[in-house]
């Protein structure tokens, strides 16, 4: 199908930097980053730049040759453990350190009833709430300029009638219900950043999330983007899954995010487990035959959200085996070796979706490029210069 909705039809201008044209010369056109974000959880980034251990550094080296996007944990019961102790040196240099290489970081989530901070339940549901929307201040104002987008709550479709255990989360949700809950956090979030990119993010991704998406629109919750989860330890949705789940969700007219995607290259998890969490076993090994089965689902499925106008980003969230539930859904092994998967995408990112080509410029100094939206380098000889080629308007640039 078409990805033309992927690519701007540029004119660019070239001239010296006394506004002369510079007429019938080579001009390089290199990407250097993609406007779409192709993004895996960069949770390895952590103690890497904290610890500086080399292991480490070898998973954060491979992950660099394909991701221009990361997600970072701010579960709030590992973030702070201790109340009034927030783990923000951590984050926040890990952040700086992806921010330095190029990549747009995701904090996920601001508020959700798993993983949620055990100190919160001796308050009751008004102390509750006011210590989640002042989480929010600190987080979003803090971390503004190096985080910029947020999964501001998690799984809200079930977050009320969660009864695995009790929790703070699902207290106020229950008393507030879900959009109104939904309401408060995103209006807190959008106030302390109003320039961030907000997710709303599930995994249900039946009418009842419809349903919640169509009632937070309603109430004029400012949501940038719906996230979508796609956990597929039981199998690959396949094309026409995936092409219905988008087709529903595009009604909205908002930016769709596949925020946490994992296909399996191994034994697929049986169909009769409710939660994947129940899943539990010593070992689940990657096997050659998965491998390529992993590598022929997640290029189709990259292909067909790469083709949709709506999608902006696709987050793999395991990148290494091992990482969630001990299941082999990465693109390397549990010995950092890079699997059939990693491979095939990094052609897809780097060189089937990659502009890196040469024009020659006429006696006006113009030029027509066809590009990949993104970064580039321009250049002429020696001289270069950074461009972000985004849409269709033409743009002069300055040489030498």
């Known amino acids: 199908m078409a990805i033309s909705h992927r690519k701007v039809n540029k004119l660019i201008r070239i001239t010296d930097t006394q506004g002369n044209p510079i007429k019938n010369s080579r001009i390089k056109v290199q990407q250097k980053n993609h406007k779409f974000l192709f993004g895996c959880g960069a949770f390895d980034f952590i103690p890497y730049v904290m610890n500086g251990d080399e292991e480490h550094k070898q998973i954060t080296e491979s992950w660099l040759e394909i991701f221009n996007y990361g997600t970072l944990p701010f579960y709030w019961g590992r973030y702070e453990p201790v109340e009034g102790q927030p783990n923000k040196d951590a984050l926040m240099k890990t952040a700086e350190y992806l921010k330095s290489k190029g990549v747009t970081v995701k904090g996920h989530p601001l508020c959700w009833h798993t993983a949620c901070a055990d100190w919160l339940m001796k308050y009751d549901n008004e102390t509750i709430m006011q210590k989640q929307l ?188 091992g990482a969630w539930l001990k299941a082999p859904s990465g693109y390397i092994r549990l010995d950092n070796s890079k699997k059939p998967s990693f491979e095939m995408l990094k052609k897809l990112v780097k060189q089937e979706w990659w502009t890196d080509t040469a024009v020659t410029t006429d006696e006006n100094g113009c030029a027509a490029v066809e590009a990949f939206k993104g970064n580039y380098t321009i250049s002429c000889g020696e001289d270069s210069v950074d461009a972000r080629l985004v849409d269709d308007e033409e743009i002069t640039v300055v040489l030498g």
Not at 150 to 178: L, Q, S
Not at 296 to 301: G, L, V
Request: hydrophobic share 40%; aromatic share 10%; net charge negative.
């Open 134 to 321: 002042e989480r929010i201040d600190r987080e979003v104002k803090g971390f503004k300029g190096v985080i910029d987008m947020w999964d501001v709550i998690n799984e809200v479709v079930i977050m009320p009638i969660f009864d695995k255990y009790d929790n703070a989360i699902t207290r106020i949700c229950k008393e507030k219900g879900r959009v109104g809950l939904i309401k408060e956090v995103f209006e807190r979030a959008h106030a302390d950043n109003p320039d961030a990119v907000l997710l709303l993010n599930d995994f249900n991704t039946s009418i009842n999330y419809e349903i919640l998406i169509d009632g937070c629109l309603n109430a004029g919750v400012p949501i940038s983007a719906i996230g979508i989860q796609s956990h597929q330890h039981q199998g690959y949705w396949g094309k026409e899954k995936l092409e219905e789940v988008l087709e529903r969700f595009s009604h909205f007219g908002l930016p769709i995010h596949f925020t946490e995607n994992t296909l399996i290259s191994g034994d697929i998890m049986p169909p009769h487990i409710v939660d994947l969490n129940d899943w539990q076993v010593d070992e689940w090994p990657s096997t050659p035959e998965g491998e390529e089965r992993q590598a022929r689902e997640i290029e189709e499925m990259y292909r067909t959200l790469f083709e949709h106008p709506l999608v902006e980003a696709i987050t793999t969230w395991d990148y290494r085996d």
